[in-house]
T-cell receptor, first 114, second 111 residues
Framework: GAGVSQSPRYKVAKRGQDVALRCDPISGHVSLFWYQQALGQGPEFLTYFQNEAQLDKSGLPSDRFFAERPEGSVSTLKIQRTQQEDSAVYLC????????????FGPGTRLTVL | GESVGLHLPTLSVQEGDNSIINCAYSNSASDYFIWYKQESGKGPQFIIDIRSNMDKRQGQRVTVLLNKTVKHLSLQIAATQPGDSAVYFCAENTGGFKTIFGAGTRLFVKA
């Protein structure tokens, strides 16, 4: 079956522009995660959804970052007024739920802010 | 703050040899640990996990060892193959859904 998909795969934005990154999780997966991965670093947790509820957003670096999952399936990560330090790969992962279940990752969106 | 780190940033092994990738964690409250493999241009891929009530778990060609006394985690890959070349991350959970990743070790397999 299809895995987690993300779009666009690459995004170039001018500083100050708003961007929206999309994640399509595996069908039926209750839990959805967003991570930020800087070059040469491990992924860093941004936020977590259980169905449409955002249960943890402690990793969002500033109020310029906003995530939503209105119908409990597709999720969008929005970054307003992008800054150069926002340049990174943004990864989405989903799992069936529960604390000890395998997370399936998408390929990521590479964001470059000029 | 709490973090998961790795001793070696790069590891080069000969094809057919065994590989050992090490990881130190600092949060004694962590109760679930995962190893991920990430190839270039792809997202991390689950390899194997272990809960804190265990000290060893084996999969296909991989073994994870957990030493809670010294807060150390290792991944052993048997008969390393060129397809094993990637960056490997250890990660930990403290009972919630927030996963903390280490910085990663790049494994090179020489043919």
């Amino acid at each position: 079956g299809a895995g987690v998909s993300q779009s666009p795969r690459y995004k170039v934005a001018k500083r100050g522009q708003d961007v929206a990154l999309r994640c399509d999780p595996i069908s039926g997966h209750v839990s959805l995660f967003w991570y930020q991965q800087a070059l040469g670093q491990g992924p860093e947790f941004l936020t977590y959804f259980q169905n449409e509820a955002q249960l943890d957003k402690s990793g969002l670096p500033s109020d310029r970052f906003f995530a939503e999952r209105p119908e409990g399936s597709v999720s969008t990560l929005k970054i307003q007024r992008t800054q150069q330090e926002d340049s990174a790969v943004y990864l989405c992962a989903s799992c069936t739920g529960g604390l000890y279940n395998e997370q399936f990752f998408g390929p990521g969106t590479r964001l470059t802010v000029l | 703050g709490e973090s998961v780190g790795l001793h070696l940033p790069t590891l080069s092994v000969q094809e057919g040899d065994n590989s050992i990738i090490n990881c130190a964690y600092s949060n004694s409250a962590s109760d679930y640990f995962i190893w991920y493999k990430q190839e270039s241009g792809k997202g991390p891929q689950f390899i194997i996990d272990i809960r804190s009530n265990m000290d060893k778990r084996q999969g296909q060609r991989v073994t994870v060892l957990l030493n809670k006394t010294v807060k150390h985690l290792s991944l052993q890959i048997a008969a390393t193959q060129p397809g094993d070349s990637a960056v490997y991350f250890c990660a930990e959970n403290t009972g919630g859904f927030k996963t903390i990743f280490g910085a990663g070790t790049r494994l090179f397999v020489k043919a």
